[in-house]
């Protein structure tokens, strides 16, 4: 055993007892709570949640309908981090100032959660700080950002400042895993005070950066009138950062209602969250994944067979596939990157959507980008390649679901299930149904558009084992 998954174990024999806080206490806090807005880098943020609305683009129309939905808050799906530094800053800074506007014609209070990966990739903290920036702006300055990256589901949780990932062998520092070796958004710290350091180039020194540890979040007054993470929020200023732990789904909403305490003495709040703290923020508990009735009445009796669409490259996700095509008769179609980026784009695409038609009628069509990770010399140059592959792919489905609508679509990764959305099913609005698995992979329903009505699954590209798109699969197909 390593040293550092001993040293994951050994903490796990020591916590204090869990203070139990229900969901139902939760709720009843949300009536007189700011109206949370989640700015999601990537699709996967709605998966611990259900009965949520989201949008893919951000319009004012849609951002009133969004808040004409009721309940403690939307989605808005941004997809910053396959975007650049400074297109993911104005991208930002565009829907944060839309949301603003209309909260305030609308006389409604928000607050904003800037919903990043669990692994600790993206563009921090250039995203708080434009959100930020822009909330002083509209005369709300921030106190606060709060950094929870837990994501409890998928085995991330945050133990004395130190962010932790569970694998085949337990539980190990996050910076010691693949994620940590990203081209894009690399890092070398586990200790989240240490990471903002090393994300912000030293601007905000560790020593900073404020840690609420899980003694303290298990032992935070009933009342909340004390304790010290309202402690820490009502003496922050200036976007001071607040790291806290959580192992459990009932230290998030302890911590939550922490959070609300001091938002109602006054403070002002940026939330820079895993899916997890998002559960908790908007008063739901864990979910039970959707029964086989709700699939059967969303995904229909189509004779046409469903779509699944890979683009991620992590290594679960290649094993993923490769447990898929060995339990059932599929067809596979590989779009090849080299041909993307080198070579005759169109006329591959043309090659790929022709291939696919032919099977969709017999069997599950997967479209898989060839498996090589091919990265640029640098940061910028491995995103731009990112970005065409996953136009090309986005292109693809768009021609295929145009001639051929399947049952349901699978969009594996989260960069590719934002461009499928978005780019090649054309979906503005939407409702989250449900998981398909307890606490990973969201089910969303279009409301309008060419693909109103449709089964689309937004699957991680880091979450699950080995057999689970088999089991998303094959609850589909029973459905």
């Avoid at 508990?285 to 059967?296: I, V």
């Avoid at 065409?388 to 145009?402: F, K």
Wanted: net charge negative.
């Amino acid at each position: 055993m390593s040293e550092v998954v001993a040293r994951g174990r050994d903490w796990a024999a020591a916590l204090p007892s869990i203070r139990a806080v229900g969901a139902a206490e939760m709720r009843a806090a949300l009536p007189t709570a700011r109206r949370v807005v989640v700015l999601d880098d990537d699709p996967t943020g709605t998966q611990t949640v259900r009965g949520v609305p989201v949008l893919t683009r951000w319009e004012a129309d849609d951002i009133a309908w969004a808040f004409a939905q009721g309940g403690p808050g939307f989605f808005v799906l941004t997809n910053t981090r396959s975007l650049s530094e400074a297109d993911a800053a104005a991208r930002n800074r565009e829907v944060a100032s839309r949301c603003l506007d209309i909260a305030a014609d609308l006389g409604v209070d928000l607050v904003f959660a800037s919903r990043g990966d669990s692994t600790l990739r993206g563009h921090f903290p250039l995203e708080t700080d434009v959100l930020a920036a822009v909330s002083a702006e509209h005369g709300q300055p921030i106190d606060a950002v709060l950094l929870a990256p837990a994501y409890l589901d998928a085995g991330r949780v945050t133990v004395d400042g130190i962010h932790w990932v569970r694998g085949d062998d337990g539980l190990r520092p996050v910076a010691h895993g693949e994620f940590a070796r990203d081209a894009t958004f690399g890092y070398r710290s586990s200790r989240l005070a240490d990471w903002v350091e090393e994300k912000s180039g030293g601007r905000i020194p560790a020593a900073s950066v404020v840690s609420v540890g899980i003694d303290a979040i298990r032992s935070e007054s009933a009342e909340l009138r004390a304790g010290a993470l309202v402690e820490a929020l009502r003496a922050a200023h200036n976007c001071q950062v607040v790291v806290i732990d959580a192992i459990v789904d009932d230290d998030l909403r302890a911590a939550t209602l922490a959070v609300l305490a001091a938002e109602s003495a006054g403070r002002r709040v940026l939330y820079r969250v895993g899916p997890s703290f998002v559960r908790a923020r908007l008063g739901q508990g864990t979910q039970p994944p959707l029964s086989d009735e709700e699939l059967s009445a969303i995904v229909g009796t189509s004779p046409v067979h469903g779509l699944v669409v890979v683009g991620s490259h992590v290594g679960v996700t290649t094993r993923q596939v490769e447990r898929l095509a060995a339990d059932r008769d599929l067809a596979r179609v590989e779009l090849d990157v080299a041909r993307i980026v080198e070579g005759d784009a169109e006329a591959h695409i043309a090659e790929v959507v022709a291939h696919a038609l032919v099977h969709l009628d017999h069997r599950l069509v997967v479209i898989t980008t060839s498996r090589t990770l091919r990265t640029g010399a640098d940061a910028e140059a491995s995103l731009d390649i990112s970005r065409r592959v996953s136009a090309a792919l986005s292109t693809t489905v768009r021609r295929i679901v145009a001639d051929r609508r399947p049952r349901f679509v699978v969009a594996k990764g989260g960069i590719t299930s934002s461009d499928i959305a978005t780019v090649a099913l054309d979906i503005h609005r939407a409702w989250v149904r449900g998981s398909l698995l307890p606490g990973i992979v969201s089910l969303w329903q279009a409301t309008s558009g060419t693909a109103e009505g449709l089964a689309y699954i937004v699957f991680a590209g880091n979450v699950g084992g080995d057999s689970s798109l088999a089991e998303v699969v094959n609850r589909l197909e029973r459905a």
